[in-house]
């Protein structure tokens, strides 16, 4: 079983910026691929990011290429979203999760999960 917990959201202005962080209680944690996804209200669960279990494969959705890095710190047990000029359209609720499988984007293939974590970009 693996727990994680999303910190690090909040209110910021357009154009701003904000770290998300996610700590896995997991003593495996370095053989899982790490993913971030957001849901904005009304919409459905999207990737946004994710990292191979050693980090050195990253891999994005388009729409925040050039504006978000996703980080890991294996020692830590932490995985980070860095969110750089940030637009009204970002908001949502970011969730991170654990996979087994290798480069997923897919919500389903994700055994994890936090609780989610809100973002609200004002314009």
């Known amino acids: 079983q693996v727990q994680l917990v999303e910190s690090g959201g909040g209110l910021v202005q357009t154009g701003g910026s904000l770290r998300l962080s996610c700590a896995a209680s997991a003593r495996t944690f370095s053989s899982y691929t790490m993913g971030w996804f957001r849901q904005a209200q009304g919409n459905e669960r999207e990737f946004v990011a994710g990292?191979?279990?050693?980090?050195?494969?990253?891999y994005y959705t388009d729409s925040v290429k050039d504006r978000f890095t996703i980080s890991r710190d294996n020692a830590e047990n932490t995985v980070y979203l860095q969110m750089n000029s940030l637009k009204p359209g970002d908001t949502a609720v970011y969730y991170c999760a654990a996979s087994r499988l290798v480069s997923s984007r897919m919500s389903q293939d994700y055994e994890y999960w936090g609780r989610g974590i809100q973002v609200t970009v004002s314009s």
């Open positions: 990292a191979s279990w050693s980090g050195d494969y990253t």
